[in-house]
């Protein structure tokens, strides 16, 4: 790895590097931003011989995915096997000067924005301390375009200007063009270090995620290959019903995405391995772990009946899940790996496996899920044992976004929840299922009711206490009334009242305490019946 090189770089030098595709901007970066104001500021100041900061270009081989146009410009492509630069810290300046250099007309909130409009102000002297760039010329204000004072000759400007204008032109000229631009040439680095290197120096705070780099790094315009677009697909196709949207798991995340990659090629989700991956067998493994991607959703969709990705306990299951089916060649698991993965899954949610290390503990399941495809049950260390009991689960407070809750939850949407109102099955949907007071869930023994009681809010937002509704319409009518009272009404409404709590784990309304208002018993009694079917998922009969 060759230190970093210094270089400075005229204005013509800098942008036949940028016409000829030898210098580029990647995709990482963020869009061009900078409004007419500013870079009519930057033309100023080089004018006037200010520093204006370095470039930091990073010289490869390796082909990202890149900027292909700057408003009405098209940008070359670089012949195979050739080096290119990308810029790391200066794209505002650098697309600024672009347009100023070749005129361009630039799109930006609907408006169009033309660059030949910079203009220096020729009723100032060069040696004023005035700003004298203008960005909106006007014919009662002497000015020459930047663009045309950039791309023409002195001659040009004869006849149109006289001998005063004319040597003030002379010099913006001499100073625009001889102007040395201070950069810095990291050469052949790493793409990890390079990206690092984008991060630190990054003004705006942006640090690059995973995901952008390995984006960048796979890109490969002959394979028309694009994870970025490969990843949208996946989540919504709007040429197709065959995505993730459709499926209801629209926010698995793009990192559980590279996870499944890396998994599938190296059994080895950290970071750095990741990072190593070689582009063509990323290429090559994609359509496969895609497809396991589905069989892994469909899997939790029709096994689990957890029907929206907000109940997955952790979207990092389906990084072992996926890994099964690449390694099962698509087929389904017989009765005994069926049994078993149950088995790894509501350990993984109920332990809360995920909450931390994920990278080292996913290393650790692989393994499992390779016993499991050789019908071996895997082994679960004494440290790692669930211990649950009534009492942990009644205390359990709720939250939407605990592994441990989303499990339980998970376990109530297996059961296939009816409607309080009307036996209906309960949709559920994943911008309903955010927060704790979304749409779907519902405390059976009602919060307001409960602080009436002298309850505390610790004891009222038990995950026991959680029901999954369909609507408002059954939190509207509920209130704060007693179960008694609000089910009574429902049972007026609904002849199959009894078939609807059993899909909400309330197996009988007399021995649930719910026809004498009696919580403590409630909570006793619908704990004990999620306990038993907890245990049965830890401990099948094999």
Same mark, same amino acid.
């Given at each position: 790895?060759?230190?970093?090189?210094?270089?400075?770089?005229k204005?013509?030098?800098?942008?036949?590097?940028?016409?000829?595709?030898?210098?580029?901007?990647?995709?990482?970066?963020?869009?061009?931003?900078?409004?007419?104001?500013?870079?009519?500021?930057?033309?100023?100041?080089?004018?006037?011989?200010?520093?204006?900061?370095?470039?930091?270009?990073?010289?490869?081989?390796?082909?990202?995915?890149?900027?292909?146009n700057i408003?009405?410009?098209?940008?070359?492509?670089?012949?195979?096997?050739?080096?290119?630069?990308?810029?790391?810290?200066?794209?505002?300046?650098?697309?600024?000067?672009?347009?100023?250099?070749?005129g361009?007309?630039?799109?930006?909130e609907?408006?169009?924005?033309? !660059?030949?409009?910079?203009?220096? #102000?020729?009723?100032?002297d060069? *040696?004023?301390?005035?700003?004298?760039?203008? /960005?909106? $010329? &006007?014919?009662?204000?002497?000015s020459?375009?930047?663009?045309?004072?950039?791309?023409?000759?002195?001659?040009?400007?004869?006849?149109?200007?006289?001998?005063?204008?004319?040597?003030?032109?002379?010099?913006?000229?001499?100073?625009l063009?001889?102007?040395?631009?201070?950069?810095?040439?990291?050469?052949?680095?790493p793409?990890?270090?390079?990206?690092?290197?984008?991060?630190?120096?990054?003004t705006?705070?942006?640090?690059?995620?995973?995901?952008?780099?390995?984006?960048?790094?796979?890109?490969?315009?002959?394979?028309?290959f694009?994870?970025?677009?490969? !990843?949208?697909?996946l989540?919504? #196709?709007?040429?197709?019903?065959? *995505?993730l949207?459709?499926?209801?798991y629209? /926010?698995? $995340? &793009?990192?559980?995405?590279?996870?499944?990659?890396?998994?599938?090629?190296?059994?080895?989700?950290?970071?750095?391995?990741?990072?190593?991956?070689?582009k063509?067998?990323?290429?090559?493994?994609?359509?496969?772990?895609?497809?396991?991607?589905?069989?892994?959703?469909?899997?939790c969709?029709?096994?689990?009946?957890i029907?929206?990705?907000?109940?997955?306990?952790?979207?990092?299951l389906l990084?072992?899940?996926?890994?099964?089916?690449?390694?099962?060649?698509?087929?389904?698991?017989?009765?005994?790996?069926?049994k078993?993965?149950?088995?790894?899954?509501?350990?993984?949610?109920?332990s809360?496996?995920?909450?931390?290390?994920?990278?080292g503990?996913i290393?650790?399941?692989?393994?499992?899920?390779?016993?499991?495809l050789?019908?071996?049950?895997?082994?679960?260390?004494?440290?790692d044992?669930?211990?649950?009991?009534?009492?942990?689960?009644?205390?359990r407070?709720?939250?939407?976004?605990?592994?441990?809750?989303?499990a339980?939850?998970?376990l109530?949407s297996?059961?296939?929840?009816?409607?309080?109102?009307d036996?209906?099955?309960?949709?559920?949907?994943?911008?309903?299922?955010?927060?704790?007071?979304?749409k779907?869930?519902h405390?059976?023994?009602?919060?307001?009711?409960?602080?009436?009681?002298?309850?505390?809010?610790?004891?009222i937002?038990?995950?026991?206490n959680?029901?999954?509704?369909?609507?408002?319409?059954?939190?509207?009518?509920?209130?704060?009334?007693?179960?008694?009272?609000?089910?009574?009404?429902?049972?007026?409404?609904?002849?199959q009242?009894?078939?609807?709590?059993?899909s909400?784990?309330?197996?009988?309304?007399?021995?649930?305490?719910?026809?004498?208002?009696?919580?403590?018993?409630?909570l006793?009694?619908?704990?004990?019946?999620?306990?038993?079917?907890?245990?049965?998922?830890?401990?099948?009969?094999?």
């Open positions: 790895m060759q230190l970093p090189e210094n270089q400075n770089k204005y013509d030098h800098l942008f036949t590097e940028i016409d000829t595709g030898y210098i580029k901007i990647p995709k990482f970066q963020r869009e061009f931003v900078w409004n007419k104001n500013q870079t009519g500021r930057l033309i100023d100041s080089i004018i006037k011989g200010f520093p204006i900061g370095t470039f930091i270009f990073w010289k490869t081989r390796d082909e990202l995915r890149h900027i292909k408003g009405n410009a098209e940008l070359p492509e670089k012949r195979s096997g050739e080096s290119v630069s990308y810029v790391l810290d200066g794209q505002q300046r650098i697309t600024s000067l672009f347009a100023v250099k070749k361009l007309i630039i799109t930006k609907g408006k169009e924005v033309d !660059y030949k409009d910079i203009s220096i #102000d020729l009723s100032f060069p *040696d004023d301390d005035e700003q004298v760039i203008i /960005t909106d $010329p &006007s014919e009662d204000i002497r020459v375009s930047v663009f045309k004072l950039l791309n023409g000759s002195l001659t040009d400007f004869l006849g149109q200007y006289d001998n005063d204008d004319i040597k003030k032109i002379e010099t913006y000229q001499k100073r063009t001889t102007y040395d631009f201070s950069t810095i040439l990291i050469n052949e680095y793409i990890d270090i390079a990206c690092e290197i984008f991060t630190r120096i990054n705006g705070g942006m640090e690059l995620t995973l995901f952008e780099i390995m984006v960048a790094k796979t890109y490969d315009q002959d394979k028309d694009d994870l970025a677009v490969e !990843y949208d697909l989540i919504d #196709d709007p040429n197709s019903e065959n *995505d949207h459709h499926a209801g629209d /926010t698995i $995340p &793009s990192s559980t995405m590279l996870q499944c990659l890396a998994a599938s090629l190296i059994k080895d989700i950290r970071r750095k391995s990741i990072l190593k991956l070689e063509a067998k990323v290429i090559e493994a994609w359509p496969k772990v895609k497809d396991a991607i589905f069989h892994a959703v469909d899997y969709r029709n096994q689990y009946r029907p929206v990705s907000r109940l997955l306990p952790y979207a990092a990084v072992p899940l996926s890994y099964f089916f690449i390694k099962n060649n698509g087929k389904p698991p017989n009765t005994l790996q069926k078993l993965l149950r088995q790894y899954f509501w350990w993984a949610s109920l809360r496996r995920f909450s931390s290390a994920v990278e503990k290393a650790q399941d692989l393994k499992r899920i390779d016993k499991i050789n019908n071996k049950p895997p082994t679960y260390k004494e440290e044992q669930l211990k649950l009991t009534l009492d942990g689960l009644i205390n407070t709720f939250s939407a976004g605990d592994a441990f809750c989303k339980i939850l998970s109530f297996y059961h296939l929840p009816k409607s309080f109102a036996n209906s099955l309960v949709r559920l949907d994943n911008s309903w299922l955010k927060v704790a007071f979304s779907n869930y405390h059976f023994f009602p919060k307001a009711y409960l602080r009436k009681e002298g309850f505390y809010d610790y004891e937002n038990s995950i026991v959680i029901t999954i509704v369909d609507d408002y319409l059954n939190k509207r009518e509920i209130g704060a009334k007693s179960p008694s009272t609000y089910m009574d009404t429902f049972k007026k409404r609904n002849d009242l009894d078939k609807t709590m059993r909400h784990l309330i197996d009988n309304l007399d021995g649930f305490g719910i026809w004498d208002d009696n919580y403590k018993v409630f006793q009694k619908r704990g004990k019946k999620i306990l038993r079917l907890l245990e049965a998922r830890l401990h099948p009969r094999l």
